[in-house]
């Protein structure tokens, strides 16, 4: 199965600043249809996961600009600008394009 | 408006099974892998099933392989997990998750506590 490893687990931003955060696959994920299935999920607190990026970089739809996805291969990075309150939240990554499924274990984004 | 939502969820002892369902509106099922995502209280996301449009492929988490099973009915629009022999263990939140396409879905949940 593939392993997922994101970090760092806890990310104390300041509001407007930036924040990063990095997901690293144990093997390449790219997909023999030529597509990358990487995904990353925000869980906002007493709330369901939403899907933010698909395919590393494309943003679904509602989700702000300041929500950026970047990577090829076994290395994938979400960006955060200006961060916002209703940032607050885990953040997960997962792959897609082999069976089983998986996901990272998570990165809290809190406020400083 | 395009949703997800699961119902089935229930207190069971262990040993016991439960069907899960989860019916779509506003989109059409039946185009899509559809999944099953569950979220053990105060843990992380974990992939638990999924199978494809035409259940062609179907897949499990090593920890439920011979207890659970997924199933789908386009023409209902819905998704199914029974569950079998189940265990403390799989007490958690299951979604049901559409995750391919241009639009992801989550439904709210439904909670399935497996407890003597």
């Known amino acids: 199965d593939v392993v997922m490893t994101q970090s760092p687990l806890s990310l104390p931003v300041t509001l407007g600043q930036s924040a990063s955060i990095s997901c690293r696959s144990s093997?390449?994920?790219?997909?023999?249809?030529?597509?990358?299935?990487l995904n990353w999920f925000q869980q906002r607190p007493g709330q369901s996961p939403r899907r933010l990026i698909y395919?590393?970089?494309n943003r679904d739809s509602g989700v702000p600009d300041r929500f950026s996805g970047s990577g090829s291969g076994t290395d994938f990075t979400l960006k955060i600008s200006r961060v916002e309150a209703e940032d607050v939240g885990v953040y997960y990554c997962?792959?897609?394009?082999?069976?089983?499924?998986?996901f990272g274990g998570g990165t809290k984004v809190e406020i400083k | 408006e395009v949703q997800l939502v699961e119902s089935g969820g229930d207190l069971v002892q262990p040993g016991r099974s439960l069907r899960l369902s989860c019916t779509a509106s506003g989109f059409t099922l039946g185009d899509f892998a559809m999944h099953w995502v569950r979220q053990a209280p105060g843990k992380g996301l974990e992939w638990v099933s999924g199978?494809?449009?035409?259940?062609?492929?179907?897949g499990y988490v090593d920890s439920v392989k011979g207890r659970f099973t997924i199933s789908r009915d386009n023409a209902k629009n819905s998704l199914y997990l029974q569950m079998n022999s189940l265990r403390v263990e799989d007490t958690a939140l299951y979604y049901c998750?559409?995750?391919?396409?241009?639009?992801?879905?989550w439904g709210q949940g439904t909670l399935v506590t497996v407890s003597s």
């Open positions: 997962m792959q897609g394009t082999h069976w089983p499924l998986t």
């Open positions: 998750v559409k995750i391919t396409g241009t639009t992801g879905i």
């Open positions: 199978i494809t449009w035409n259940s062609g492929t179907i």
């Open positions: 395919k590393v970089s």
């Open positions: 093997q390449s994920l790219e997909h023999s249809d030529g597509n990358t299935y």
